[in-house]
Structures are given as C-alpha cells and as structure tokens.
C-alpha cells in the first residue's frame, strides 16, 4: 500500500472511527510517515502524546499519558521539513505538557513565522500563558470530578 493511501485510511479512522481503531490508527499513520509523508508524521505525533485518544475519548489530552519522547521525534522530523503545525504542535508539547518554556518558544515562533495564528498568539503570552492553559484544564477537571461527571 502506498503512504498515500495508508494516510488516508488513518485520517479516516480518526475521522469516523473509536478508541478502538487506535491500534490501526498507529500502523496506517506510520507506515505513511516511515514513508516519508510529513502529514502523517505529525498526526503521528498527535497519536504517540495522546491527544488523538483523548480526543476520541471526549477527554482532556492531560487525562492521557503519551509517549511524549516518540510524539517530540515524530513533530521534530515534520517540523525539519516544514511542517508548520507539527512546529506548533511541537511547541505546546514543550510548553504544555512538559512545562519547558525554554525549549517551546523557538518551535512557537517557527510556526508563527510560517503563518500560525495560534503559535503567534502563544508566543505574545509567553510562558504565563501556557501556564495559565494547564491550571484552567486542570481546574475543569476537578470541577468535572467534584460533580460526580467524566469527560468520557
């Protein structure tokens, strides 16, 4: 199967399938970016750090553990190659979930330099603002926990 047509099948497992397509969702998104298909490297990435479980699973990406070491790798080497969203998606990893302003800030500012609203937006509120966003989201869920709900 060509990557092409093994990203597709990926994109439409997200798209219209479960948690339990998950498994497929990796092998089609790999093969397509082993391959060499940026898209896929950073939909892979999004599968490896979680937030496609999470948001298959109507959870916050927080409520997820990643293999955020696999999830860096796979946006770094879109990134290289010009990848604007995985450049963003990059940077909040850095910035959200790992806590390392330092180390988001450049891959923020390569995707606003390549015309990323939100990275732009980012980085005008520096490291406060990401700060800010994991306080709310674990606000959320504690206010979701203490009314007896789930985000599931």
Request: glycine share 12%; proline share 2%.
């Amino acid at each position: 199967m060509d990557a092409e047509t093994s990203f597709g099948l990926g994109r439409e497992l997200e798209n219209w399938g479960g948690v339990e397509d998950l498994p497929a969702m990796r092998t089609h998104y790999r093969d397509a970016a082993e391959a060499g298909l940026v898209e896929a490297m950073g939909r892979l990435g999004l599968l490896c750090e979680g937030r496609t479980q999470a948001k298959l699973e109507n959870r916050l990406p927080a409520e997820v553990q990643g293999d955020f070491v696999e999830a860096a790798r796979w946006y770094r080497t879109a990134a290289d190659r010009g990848d604007l969203y995985a450049a963003f998606w990059l940077g909040r990893l850095y910035a959200e979930r790992l806590g390392d302003w330092a180390q988001a800030e450049p891959w923020y500012r390569q995707a606003a330099d390549a015309g990323h609203d939100t990275a732009r937006k980012r980085l005008a509120a520096g490291a406060n603002g990401a700060a800010g966003r994991v306080a709310e989201d674990a606000y959320l869920m504690h206010m979701d926990k203490l009314r007896g709900g789930g985000r599931s």
